[in-house]
């Protein structure tokens, strides 16, 4: 008999998420995405000037403001016809590269890791090492006190990494990831004032020109970010996903195999080449990476809290909501690359990525990596069995993280040889009476677009499409379900009272919502209800 477990909130993701999933002989049968709050950060900025664009909308999510700054940047740069100058380009790229790094640090260690290590068997680490003695002492305080928040409460699984000295090791590494994640927004301060809301990037360029100084100073905090990667984050990536326990994650929590990405990190001031490529995957054929067509992207919204005439390319797209609309259950869109649920993210970049380098399509930088760490053979038998689940998406955060940091030190290189060119193009202030702009950009959590129309000078249209739009996203129009839920079909789940594996699947997708998101049963009750912190 199929029952229903609700999970409500579930925390350790940004923003809040509820969880619904029909369990049936130990596996989940069925799930629903649903965003229960709607917000309208598009319908706020009609007919405002076009500048302002770029401030509200970093205000759409207080933990992602950077890559809403600089997609609504590059979509006003191209209404406006910018020609960016190569440091404006550069300086971009490293405060975006920032922003990667703190993001992927902060999901990994902070709100994924618990999941996999037992905190508790710290108290019985018995080696030698002051600074885990130290740790150990810490929470034996906590324990003691009956207080281990934030590590806890949590669910119970046999499964968890117990080894005393591992473990120990492990949750030493989540509190040094703190300092990492502080450096990492330093970076982005350097150069753009502040973090969150930064005010670095506008209409044309930046605001901050290159120094000695300045670039002295990223320089530092990036190399000590670059060793710590190297050196604990990819490291205790491979670690886990060599844990006989979980080899079964290696696998389930399969998205449905077809994976977009935008491209990310201008290369030359056109736009045209970039460090993350474009392109797109079906069926979890890495080896046959297609090109990407930003006009092949749709919206549907069959069974969103919109009315039917908000079915549109986002260029034209609308927001006008229908709350209690027959047979809708989210206010989330479903966007469509050729009318098929896309994943986005670091798993379907570096798959795009992988995939050209086997075809000699793209200069070799990721396949290297994944033979100097020892990941070659199972990403080589991933590729044979056609599925990449729930520690593929936690490794391929990871190797782009070391990446993005490594070539942030080329971008710093080329800036410090240009330090004296402009950083901002002057079309940036000319409004023109009519125009419209696209900016694609990758974020930390996959592709992010904003669309904008101007008319008379003012903003006649905005519309934007994040990351977890196309990962939370609900049915569309054939019934086909979006990432998020696909993902969760199969999921071991044989105790309905710890249901750790769900949530081990959604958080492995990094949600980002400034809302509320459920997955629903629209016709059973029996509901189990959880509070997972």
């Known amino acids: 008999m199929a029952q229903i477990v609700t999970i409500d909130p579930l925390t350790r993701i940004e923003g809040h998420l509820r969880v619904d999933v029909e369990v049936e002989n130990g596996a989940v049968k069925d799930a629903w995405s649903s965003g229960t709050m709607f917000r309208g950060f598009e319908m706020l900025l009609k007919d405002k000037h076009p500048w302002d664009a770029q401030q509200v ?19 006003l740069d191209d209404a406006m016809g910018v020609d960016l ?4 380009r550069l300086i971009r790229n490293l405060c975006l590269g920032g922003n ?30 002051p600074a885990l003695q130290a740790l150990k002492g810490k929470i034996a305080g906590l324990a003691k006190a009956g207080d281990v928040y934030p590590f806890l409460p949590r669910y119970e699984s046999e499964d968890y990494i117990s080894d005393p000295e591992l473990a120990t090791i492990l949750v ?7 300092e990492a994640r502080k450096k990492a927004q330093e970076l982005i301060s350097i150069f753009y004032g502040r973090m969150p809301m930064f005010v670095g990037t506008i209409p044309g360029g930046v605001t901050m020109k290159p120094t000695v100084s300045n670039i002295a100073a990223f320089r530092s905090r990036l190399n000590e970010l670059r060793f710590w990667i190297d050196n604990v984050y990819v490291q205790d990536i491979v670690t886990i996903a060599g844990v006989p326990e979980y080899e079964i994650f290696l696998t389930a929590g399969d998205s449905g195999g077809n994976y977009l990405a935008y491209g990310g990190f201008d290369e030359d001031t056109s736009g045209t080449e970039k460090f993350l490529p474009g392109g797109y995957v079906l069926g979890n054929d890495v080896a046959a990476v ?16 919109y009315t039917e005439d908000c079915n549109r390319a986002p260029a034209e797209g609308k927001t006008e909501p229908e709350v209690g609309k027959e047979d809708a259950y989210s206010f989330i869109k479903s966007p469509r690359y050729e009318d098929r649920p896309m994943e986005v993210g670091p798993m379907a970049r570096m798959l795009v990525m992988a995939g050209l380098e086997l075809a000699g399509k793209h200069r070799e930088t990721l396949m290297p990596l994944i033979r100097s760490v020892g990941l070659e053979e199972v990403v080589n038998k991933l590729v044979q069995e056609g599925a990449f689940g729930i520690l593929p998406r936690h490794a391929m955060r990871a190797l ?8 942030m030190a080329v971008w710093l290189d080329q800036l410090q040889e240009n330090i004296d060119g402009p950083i901002w193009d002057p079309k940036g202030k ?17 592709a992010l677009g904003h669309w904008i129309t101007i008319s008379g000078k003012k903003i ?53 919502l400034a809302c509320a998101i459920h997955v629903i049963h629209p016709e059973h009750n029996g509901v189990r209800e959880f509070r997972v912190v």
């Not at 297609?290 to 809290?305: G, N, P, Q, R």
């Open 57 to 75: 909308t970093e205000r759409i999510c207080g933990v992602c403001p950077l890559v809403h700054g600089t997609a609504s940047s590059y979509n």
């Open 85 to 88: 100058p190569d440091n404006a």
């Open 100 to 129: 990667f790094i703190q993001s992927h640090v902060l999901h990994f260690y902070h709100l994924a890791a618990l999941d996999y290590v037992d905190v508790t068997a710290a108290l019985e680490y018995a080696g030698s090492d």
């Open 172 to 178: 030493g590494h989540y509190v040094q990831a703190l």
């Open 290 to 305: 297609k090109d990407f067509d930003a006009a092949k992207i749709f919206e549907y919204v069959t069974y969103s809290w």
């Open 400 to 407: 782009e993280c070391k990446l993005i940091a490594d070539q």
């Open 430 to 446: 000319d409004i023109p009476g009519d125009s419209q702009g696209m900016g694609l950009v990758e974020g930390p959590r996959g």
């Open 460 to 512: 006649g249209n905005y519309q934007c499409v994040v990351p977890t739009t196309w990962n939370a996203s609900p049915r569309d129009k054939e019934g086909n379900r979006g990432p998020i839920e696909t993902a969760l079909l199969g999921i071991p789940v044989p105790d309905v009272d710890n249901p750790i594996n769900v949530v081990r699947c959604v958080r492995s997708f990094d949600p980002c």
